[in-house]
């Protein structure tokens, strides 16, 4: 099998995805990488959805952090429509991305103490690479992914005025680069 890591060694696909492990499609990891770019001295920050272990698309989102060089914030009305998709049979929220403008793909010290141990992927983009960590209720794990050929969604922003009908009045997914 093509599996990867991040640093393109080859390892056992780590689990909750057992022998099918994380798919993702290449047009979504380069959509990462774009958007780390794009960001340049700011930390990027998205959604990664798709269905059965497979990431067919990265959204970008709004970092809504105070200090956008050093952490990140996802938009909470993005995160809040984006479950509300999943519940009406939308693509799965598999988990969420940042990028680390001067750092390595790796979690931060804050991003460790932001985890919510929820189980969702965290692709991390830092020093032109991606790479993947399965957040545990224990902490992070490296997590191995196999890089598929599929369409992507295009990438797109949703509108600052969209309006869920919920409250945004939480904060979204926090972390630090």
Same mark, same amino acid.
Not at 57 to 84: C, G, M, S, W
Not at 99 to 128: F, L, M, N, Y
Not at 154 to 170: C, E, I, K, N, Y
């Given at each position: 099998?093509?599996?990867? +890591?991040? *640093?393109?060694?080859? $390892?056992?696909? *780590?689990?909750?995805?057992?022998?099918?492990?994380? #798919?993702?499609?290449?047009?979504?990891?380069?959509?990462?990488?774009?958007?780390?770019?794009?960001? &340049? $001295?700011?930390?990027?920050?998205?959604?990664?959805?798709?269905?059965?272990?497979?990431? +067919?698309?990265?959204?970008?989102?709004?970092?809504?952090?105070?200090?956008?060089?050093?952490?990140?914030? %996802?938009?909470?009305?993005?995160? %809040?429509?984006?479950?509300?998709?999943?519940?009406?049979?939308?693509?799965?929220? %598999?988990?969420?991305?940042? *990028?680390? /403008? *001067?750092?390595?793909?790796?979690? $931060? &010290?804050?991003?460790?103490?932001?985890? &919510?141990?929820?189980?969702?992927? @965290?692709?991390?983009?830092?020093?032109?690479?991606?790479?993947? @960590?399965?957040?545990?209720?224990?902490?992070? #794990?490296?997590? =191995?992914?196999?890089?598929?050929?599929?369409? $992507?969604? /295009?990438?797109?922003?949703? /509108?600052?005025?969209? =309006?869920?009908?919920?409250?945004? =009045?939480?904060?979204?997914?926090?972390?630090?680069?």
């Amino acid at each position: 099998m093509n599996w990867r +890591t991040g *640093s393109g060694t080859m $390892s056992k696909p *780590s689990d909750p995805y057992g022998d099918a492990g994380l #798919e993702i499609v290449h047009p979504a990891l380069e959509a990462i990488l774009a958007e780390a770019a794009r960001a &340049a $001295s700011e930390e990027a920050c998205g959604l990664l959805l798709g269905n059965d272990g497979r990431v +067919t698309e990265a959204r970008p989102t709004e970092n809504v952090a105070q200090d956008k060089a050093r952490h990140f914030e %996802i938009d909470p009305v993005a995160l %809040i429509a984006a479950y509300r998709a999943e519940r009406n049979g939308g693509p799965q929220l %598999i988990g969420f991305y940042h *990028s680390h /403008p *001067s750092g390595p793909a790796e979690p $931060s &010290a804050t991003d460790r103490e932001q985890a &919510a141990g929820d189980r969702k992927v @965290w692709a991390i983009a830092g020093q032109g690479v991606v790479r993947f @960590w399965l957040d545990r209720p224990d902490g992070f #794990e490296p997590l =191995s992914y196999r890089l598929v050929e599929g369409e $992507s969604r /295009p990438m797109h922003r949703l /509108p600052a005025f969209l =309006s869920t009908g919920d409250s945004a =009045s939480g904060p979204g997914l926090l972390g630090h680069g």
